[in-house]
């Protein structure tokens, strides 16, 4: 399909240059705001649909294509309700680009058509990815903070410091995403089980996908635990964050990367 060229995906990755170039040089304000970010949302999502049009994909590149575009649905959604989750657009939108810029680089050119998943795995797939956007949009918060905090102890604020969202805001942000990333991510083990319950498979099936999975959930639930009854916050909840995200990044495109790229 000529819309899988390089040509139309370096096209839909510069979608976001306009965003990245007002989060950069001076913070965007009322509709101009809006119409960057929306032109962001519209380029990778009209490419992933575009190449659905020919099938179903499976391949690690449209993985993270999918992926990127539902987090900036996902981004947009925030933007919308909160102005802290505005403020993190000189963060997530850099981020974005450059899994695009990864997706494309990493692109052998095939085209991994599969037959289109029943309704359980395709529930399955839908919730892995709002998972994996969940927690990336989690980690951009927690990196704000991370940076907000460094800069209030050096006593100088960057050009990016001053942009970002207070650390109050930055934390509450990600404490509300890694909630909701919580239920999200049980949902998807208890679909996973379903699954192979239906195709008379093991309940648990002892592979990375599975062991980064439960892992991810284990410390996302230890940070709700010890923020709800020992207050643990700033860089230390930011890091557990950090860590969920590694491990998702991990189960999700992690292990595709590995089979679809490394591995051929």
Known sequence: MLIESPFFQIIAMCCLGPAIWAAVHDWPRGCAYWVVLTLAVIGPAAWCIGVLQAGWRTDFSFTIWISVA????????????????RRLTILALPYLAFLIGFAILSNRGDRNLAEPPDIWVAVHIVIAVMTYALSTLAAVAALSVFVKERALKAKRSGAVAT????????????????????????LGLI???????????????????????????????????????????????????MIAYLLVTLAYPGVKFVTDVLSS
């Open 191 to 241: 679909t996973g089980i379903a699954i192979h319950v239906e195709h008379g498979q093991p309940l648990l099936e002892p592979d990375h996908k599975t062991v980064l999975t439960f892992a991810a959930f284990a410390v996302i639930g230890t940070l709700l635990i010890l923020q709800r009854y020992s207050g643990l916050r700033g860089r230390r909840a930011a890091q557990f964050v």
């Open 163 to 186: 942009v970002l969202p207070s650390v109050a805001e930055g934390e509450n942000l990600q404490d509300r995403l890694m909630a909701t990333c919580e239920v999200v991510l049980g």
């Open 70 to 85: 539902t987090t900036l649905t996902l981004f947009s959604a925030l933007a919308l309700r909160l102005e802290a989750a």
